[in-house]
């Protein structure tokens, strides 16, 4: 017997949810159900507790993303799996299909190096800051890069500060004597060692990162391979990663030469001298070197959050790394896992056409304006008119605010999100932020869907 599923909706919404649904042809049965209330997203759990009075032997409820109030609460209370469906009616096919497949995003099999790169010029206090700052954002190991010609007094003072706090550290020098020193004072990984500075591996603990001797020299590697694998010590090879238009191409199928000769060996990718280097957004970066980790099953990246376009990189390389390893073990193409690398642009950013929008303006019988956009602009409405256009200065003669400056204050906020989500190809919701996914620190905190949203400033009376 097929599942039967109670969707609870509003007055305006109750035709577009019933269109929706007979498209989908969904495998299970269902009942809609217009709770008396005009716009679904006003509908909380406390109300629907108290009108709904007849579940139609559902075997779930399906309510409003935007539902607020205590669902759990609410299931007890109709004694019937209530849950969220998506914000947008448009997303509820994507919503039951991703349903069905239950993506997890705890796992990954690829270990972040996080470089601090002047960390000789930084005080113990600010790399331990700078460490957990890396440890936030998925960093497995803090790299701590030494400079050449810098001396590095407190080197040792602050490997073991970072050891204390817990950290997996490894230190990054060319030279051997700092090798050794990190090594001594409890470093977890050397970076970079080649064929002629292999003793260092001989004197201390640390797993050391195995480099070519010279660049491109692919036959140092193999030597180097052979050499420690004859002693059984655990090691990384990393063959590195060019700039582009300096060896990118090159450096890539070298890689992929690498991991055919040496199926099993631990690899590292040095994601930095992309990311860094190039200025396009560092988000696409990540998902395409971490897509190459997953096909190469390359377990480590060294990243670097140097320039100031590159200040998400970490984080970023995070999200890439489980959304690949998803994909992987799901079989799949890396689409429709999550959206959090999708900065600047969205899968589906209008999910009502300029008629659909009309619509719902001809049913709104109050003052307030409501805010959206379609592939033709951007639309705001209330029961005095409908308007439209590219440019916001445009609506400002017609809405007749000038006289309420929090309102016009507030009108002029959403219309430029509105604005900038038409410009880039965003979904635009009112009241809230845009989304830039993983890739801007934002200052409004997540919407929790149990407690209900304060007033703005722009409705508070001074």
Request: charged share 25%.
């Amino acid at each position: 017997m097929s599942e039967h599923i109670l969707f609870l909706t509003g007055k305006l919404a109750e035709k577009q949810l019933r269109q929706i649904l007979k498209k989908m042809q969904p495998e299970f049965s269902y009942t809609v159900h217009q709770i008396g209330v005009k716009v679904a997203a006003l509908m909380t759990a406390d109300m629907i507790g108290r009108r709904l009075k007849d579940t139609f032997n559902a075997d779930r409820i399906i309510i409003p993303g935007r539902c607020r109030g205590d669902i759990e609460e609410l299931s007890k209370t109709l004694s019937v799996p209530v849950e969220r469906g998506p914000d947008e009616l448009k997303d509820l096919p994507l919503y039951f299909g991703k349903q069905a497949l239950h993506i997890d995003l705890t796992h990954y099999d690829v270990k972040i190096f996080a470089e601090i790169v002047d960390a000789p010029n930084l005080a113990i206090e600010e790399v331990v800051q700078r460490a957990y700052y890396y440890q936030n954002n998925g960093a497995n190991i803090i790299d701590i890069g030494c400079l050449p010609d810098t001396p590095f007094a407190h080197m040792e003072d602050i490997i073991r500060a970072l050891k204390l706090e817990g950290f997996k550290v490894s230190i990054d020098s060319l030279e051997t004597a700092d090798l050794l020193r990190g090594a001594k004072a409890g470093a977890d990984y050397m970076l970079s060692l080649h064929e002629s500075t292999l003793w260092v591996a001989d004197e201390v603990d640390a797993i050391p990162v195995i480099i070519p001797e010279k660049h491109t020299d692919i036959g140092s590697l193999d030597r180097a391979i052979t050499l420690l694998q004859n002693k059984n010590k655990a090691f990384i090879v990393d063959p590195i990663l060019d700039p582009i238009h300096f060896g990118f191409t090159e450096s890539v199928v070298r890689y992929h030469t690498v991991r055919q000769k040496h199926p099993e060996i631990e690899m590292m990718l040095g994601v930095g001298n992309i990311t860094e280097l190039t200025h396009a957004d560092t988000a696409g970066m990540n998902a395409i070197l971490l897509g190459m980790c997953s096909e190469l099953n390359i377990k480590q990246i060294l990243a670097t959050e140097v320039s100031q376009h590159a200040g998400r990189a970490i984080k970023e390389a995070d999200v890439a790394r489980r959304i690949m390893y998803a994909a992987k073990e799901n079989n799949t193409l890396p689409k429709h896992i999550n959206p959090d690398l999708m900065a600047l642009h969205e899968t589906s950013p209008f999910p009502y056409q300029l008629a659909e929008i009309k619509e719902f303006a001809a049913q709104v019988r109050d003052p307030s304006f409501r805010i959206q956009i379609s592939t033709e602009g951007v639309h705001i409405y209330n029961r005095d008119g409908f308007h439209s256009a590219i440019d916001p200065f445009d609506l400002y003669p017609k809405l007749q605010v000038e006289n309420d400056a929090g309102h016009a204050f507030y009108l002029g906020v959403e219309l430029a999100r509105a604005e900038t989500a038409w410009q880039l190809g965003k979904r635009f919701n009112q009241d809230q932020s845009l989304d830039w996914g993983c890739a801007a620190k934002t200052s409004e905190q997540t919407v929790d869907l149990h407690t209900f949203k304060p007033a703005g400033t722009t409705f508070k009376k001074s």
